[in-house]
């Protein structure tokens, strides 16, 4: 190990050895030229989560969450009000605030869509991703964990499709929320609201995640009156028609689930509708 020129604190030191994260200055160097940014994604990701309140990991608890790798960072208020969902329901959760990784989803569904990929391809990314996703359940397992929980759509669904048979240890994050609300008698001031599930057609795995039961809560909740909406229509190819379709139907509001749709709708939308997800709507109803 080289001497440096000044005896700093120990702290010090390890705080350095801590933000090079192992790489060489010409490693520290390329990453700045690459992303103008000198700090590992990991480290800015555990500083944004305990920026935004995120508790410390409950050790002892049956459910292991990996929060995904851009719900913390575009869609921050739904982020938020999952977090107060799970706080106000008594779900407590343990979880890694450097180590968790990408489960692949984007280029796992990305090496389906384009044709000009080849099988061997195809397989060999699809290999990579199911890599990742073991790092994290084997995270999970490692702190005695019963559940995986996954904040974000994608991630619980493709994983649930890989792993077929573990199916119902790999759970949404709203699947341990749907268990506590179905021991409850929901109540809300009278609301109409319309709701676009998501067409699911182009990543069929999406199916895989329990949207007739997500559905038969929401209808359980008295006073709240929902409108269903055509689910043929493409959150990203024909926005339009949903948006024709709301109207149609006189709604001010529509709630959307599925985050690929609740996400395109809001961008498509801007203020001729409002889009909600599920924290937003649970919250209202639970008072939080």
């Not at 999952?82 to 990784?101: A, C, F, R």
């Not at 073991?134 to 702190?143: H, S």
């Not at 509001?253 to 599920?278: R, S």
């Amino acid at each position: 190990m080289k001497k440096r020129k000044v005896a700093y604190t120990e702290n010090y030191q390890n705080l350095m050895a801590h933000l090079a994260a192992g790489r060489t200055f010409e490693e520290q160097l390329k990453c700045i030229d690459e992303t103008r940014n000198h700090a590992p994604v990991w480290f800015l990701r555990a500083g944004l989560l305990k920026a935004l309140g995120v508790p410390e990991p409950k050790k002892n608890s049956e459910n292991f969450i990996t929060f995904g790798c851009y719900v913390p960072f575009m869609s921050l208020s739904k982020f938020g009000d999952t977090l107060k969902l799970l706080d106000l329901l008594g779900i407590e959760y343990n979880y890694s605030p450097d180590k968790e990784i990408c489960c692949g989803a984007p280029p796992f569904q990305d090496c389906v869509e384009f044709e000009e990929v080849t099988e061997e391809e195809r397989q060999k990314i699809q290999a990579r991703c199911k890599e990742y996703m073991q790092f994290n359940w084997d995270m999970g397992k490692q702190a005695g964990a019963k559940n995986m929980v996954y904040v974000c759509h994608a991630c619980a669904a493709l994983v649930k499709m890989v792993f077929p048979e573990d199916a119902d240890i790999h759970r949404w994050v709203y699947d341990p929320i749907m268990d506590k609300l179905e021991e409850k008698n929901l109540e809300i001031e009278p609301t109409v609201i319309g709701y676009f599930e998501g067409c699911h057609k182009h990543f069929p795995y999406f199916g895989s995640l329990d949207w007739p039961r997500y559905r038969k809560v929401l209808g359980s909740i008295k006073g709240l009156t929902i409108v269903d909406l055509d689910k043929r229509f493409c959150c990203k190819q024909h926005p339009d028609r949903i948006l024709e379709d709301a109207e149609k139907k006189n709604l001010k509001t529509i709630l959307v689930p599925c985050g690929d749709g609740h996400y395109f709708l809001k961008q498509a939308f801007q203020d001729k509708m409002e889009v909600k997800n599920f924290s937003e709507v649970l919250l209202q109803v639970l008072g939080g």
